[in-house]
Each structure stands twice: as C-alpha cells, then as structure tokens.
C-alpha cells in the first residue's frame, strides 16, 4: 500500500490538498480545540464556526485583494448550482434596474403609485424583446452554463457570445478572438469560464473588451474560476461576480465561493416581488440560491459545513505563510510548474500531441494525446498511464467525455512533482516505440 508521500496525484477534481492541512483537519474531526467534539459536530450557528466562517473570508479577501465593495458567500451546490443561481439572481438585477428605469421614464411623480397594468406591460416588451445573457462558450463547463441559461429563461435570451468549437474544426481547444465577439448591448450578464478543466484551456487575462470604464453601461461580467481560482492575480474590480467550487485550489468538495459586488445586492438593487417575476414567466430560484438571502446571514442561512470552511482556511493560512507577496508568489511557482510539464512534452512532438492550441494553453490542466507507439493512440496511453502510475504518478487520465492524459497541476502539485511528471514524459518518450 503506497504512502501519500510516494504519491503524486493528478486528479481534476476533488484534488490534492496539502498534507499538514489533512493532519491539522483530521485531529479538528475529532476534537476541535480541545472542545471534545468533532468540528463536523460542532452547530454552524457557535461561536467558534462564525469565527472560523469570518477568518476565512478575511484570509480569503487578503490574499486576492478583494476590495471593501465585494461580500464573499460561501454556498453550497457546486459549480453546476451556480450556473443556475448566476441566472436567477442577475436576471432579476436587469429586470429591478429595468423597473426603475421605467418608472423614471414615465416621470412619476414621488410617492405616486404607477397602474400596474402599465409597468407589467413595458417590463415584458423590455424582458420579449431586449433580456438577454452572453455566454463565452470555450469548454464543457462554459457550454454547461449557457445550456442551464436555455433550459431556465429559453434560448432566444440566452445570446452565445462566441463558440470556440468554430475557429477549431468542431472541437474546443482555442479562444476565438475578441474582435469576433457578438456582444449584446446591455447584458444581464457576460459570462466565462476562465479556465476549462476539461479541455484544458485557459484564458489569459482579463478580456479587453470587458475592461470597465467606470460609466453606467459597463458589462456585468461573471466568471467561473473553479478550477484555477489562487493560481493567478486576478482584477477582482472588473468582475461582477466570481464563483468557484472549493474542490481544486482552495479545499474539500462541499462550499461554493461567491464573489459578488455589493452593487448587485440589496440595497443597492430591489428584490421583484415572486408575483412580478412570475407574470413576467420569469423563473424564481430557491430561496439557498438568492445571493441576497445567503448575504444577508452571513452565509448561514442554512446549515453549511463549517468542517470544509474549516479545510479551505487552513489551506489559505497556509499560503499566506508560503507566499509573502500572495497570490503573485503562488503565480510564479504554478507558471513554472506548468512551463515544465509543457516543455517536456514540446521536447517530442512525435510522441505528444497537445491539446489546445500554444496560446490557450491552462496552467492548470494540461491536456495531451499520446502518440508514440506505433500501434496506436490508445496502446501508447494505456501504456504511458501504466508508467506513471508504476512511479506513483497517478489521476492522469483525462476527462471520459473527451479522453486522452490530463495532468492537473493544481497548487498543493509541489515543484518536486511536477518535474517527476516532466521527467517521465521525456523517460516515455525516449522509450520503445
Ligand atoms: O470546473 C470544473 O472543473 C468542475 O469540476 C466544476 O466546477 C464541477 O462542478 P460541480 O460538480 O461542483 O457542479
Ligand atoms: N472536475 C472534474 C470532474 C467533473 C465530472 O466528472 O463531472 C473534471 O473536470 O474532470
């Protein structure tokens, strides 16, 4: 039986977390602070679980940068609830700020209640005719998204923004070109995924056409950085929201992490009445899916597991020790991780063939076909993931809908292991044919 130290796992999620932070966690499950109850045990409404909830999200704020203007929620259902909770909550955004709009457009007067037959009927020309939402679409997960958008409001408001699959002969692997983005005017949201799991594809910084310009019309953008959220400084100011399941660099399956303006909150933005929405054929989210209900009580609404809370600020104290300068410490070591395991499988082109293209590639999930042996594709993987896993280097098989190595070189992937990694592919490579 091998130990945790003779293995390197690769997995893309649920994925490596640091050992000290499983020691310190596993003896938190049994007593916590010497309480002589487990932290799984402990209520979520103590003391000690909304002191651990609020170190968290300060941690969490001081690593980033988050600035003063965002609230941090913790959430529960996972990347995919948040494809839905996204749409419910910044669908009614547009359609609260589009009721004032209206109001101020009618010019009446303060105090004056306006007929509601008129208002009802102006929203739903504005909702028919201009709702829409903007989906990036470069990857499974973003293509996830903009379908769960269809499914909810239907698909004459759901506007794909750009499809990567047709710049690439069908497949995901590039980031179209920003001058050939259909953007909509006045989104309820633009939404991408910064980084595909996937198809290992990544985005490499902010989009230029997304960049706010601080006037009233600037886009409501919304990211999903599940998979390569503390890897890389982001420009939290030019996001509207940003969510991210804990499962990759931040901790164990079971929060959800939202980012979100206070802007889109209450009280800068009313809550619609259920009975508005509803004669609108506006869909109504569940109430653990209102960023307002979950903000307003401190992420407890319900019950949430203070115990992954828990794991993902041990794992934050953690990098804040490892890396004064934050985030930007965590950046250099991932790039030179990653740089690694690409070089290496760019020393063999007859062996491997990358999978997206050079300028799209991900940091974090490193997605490649195996063509060395001579009887085919799938001989040379089955017989490179053989190797690996002989040398402890394990979870390298890609995702099942697309196939092929996929190598995730999430944070707690140390230095030592990426270049084990890069060490075998050129082993492999240099092997039999
Ligand atoms: O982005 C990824 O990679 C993911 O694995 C998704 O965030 C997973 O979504 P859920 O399974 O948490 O819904
Ligand atoms: N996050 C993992 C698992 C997703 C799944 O299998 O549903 C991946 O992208 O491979």
Redesign the pocket.
């Known amino acids: 039986m091998p130990t945790r130290e003779q293995i390197t796992y690769f997995g893309?999620?649920p994925a490596l977390l640091p050992s000290t932070v499983l020691e310190t966690a596993a003896e938190a499950l049994v007593n916590y602070n010497n309480t002589g109850l487990g932290l799984a045990e402990h209520s979520h409404r103590s003391e000690l679980a909304t002191n651990i909830l609020n170190e968290t999200k300060t941690d969490l704020a001081k690593y980033l940068d988050v600035p003063d203007d965002y609230e941090i929620l913790f959430m529960q259902g996972?990347?995919?609830?948040e494809f839905s909770a996204t749409v419910y909550n910044l669908v009614n955004v547009w359609v609260a700020r589009r009721k004032q709009k209206i109001l101020k457009e009618l010019n009446i007067p303060e105090g004056k209640e306006i007929p509601e037959d008129v208002l009802l009927k102006e929203l739903q020309k504005a909702v028919d005719e201009e709702l829409k939402v903007d989906y990036l679409v470069t990857g499974s997960?973003s293509l996830k998204a903009s379908q769960e958008a269809a499914r909810l409001i239907g698909p004459e408001h759901v506007n794909i923004v750009a499809d990567a699959r047709k710049v690439n002969d069908g497949k995901f692997g590039k980031i179209p070109e920003e001058s050939t983005w259909k953007l909509s005017k006045n989104p309820a949201m633009v939404y991408y995924c910064d980084n595909e799991?996937v198809d290992g594809v990544e985005i490499s910084g902010f989009p230029e056409v997304l960049k706010p310009t601080g006037g009233e019309d600037d886009p409501i953008v919304v990211a999903?950085m599940?998979?390569n959220i503390l890897s890389r400084r982001i420009p939290v100011k030019n996001f509207s929201l940003i969510f991210f399941?804990a499962q990759k660099n931040l901790g164990s399956t079971g929060i959800t992490v939202v980012i979100i303006k206070k802007s889109l909150l209450p009280p800068a933005v009313a809550t619609l009445a259920p009975t508005l929405l509803r004669k609108l054929g506006l869909p109504i989210g569940p109430i653990v899916f209102s960023y307002e209900t979950i903000a307003k009580n401190n992420s407890l609404y319900n019950t949430l597991s203070i115990f992954d809370v828990y794991i993902a600020g041990q794992v934050l104290k953690k990098l804040l020790q490892t890396f004064p300068d934050k985030v930007d410490g965590q950046q250099k070591l991932a790039d030179q991780k990653a740089k690694l395991i690409y070089a290496a499988l760019d020393k063999y082109p007859e062996s491997y063939k990358i999978v997206p293209d050079k300028n799209a590639r991900s940091r974090m999930n490193i997605c490649f076909r195996v063509t060395h042996l001579a009887s085919g594709i799938d001989e040379s993987e089955r017989t490179f993931l053989k190797g690996a896993t002989d040398q402890g280097l394990t979870g390298l098989k890609g995702h099942r809908s697309v196939g092929g190595i996929r190598a995730s070189n999430y944070n707690s992937i140390s230095l030592e292991g990426a270049e084990k990694l890069a060490k075998y592919i050129e082993e492999y490579a240099q092997g039999p044919k």
Do not use: K, R
């Open positions: 893309a999620g996972g990347g995919s609830g997960w799991t999903d599940s998979s399941g």
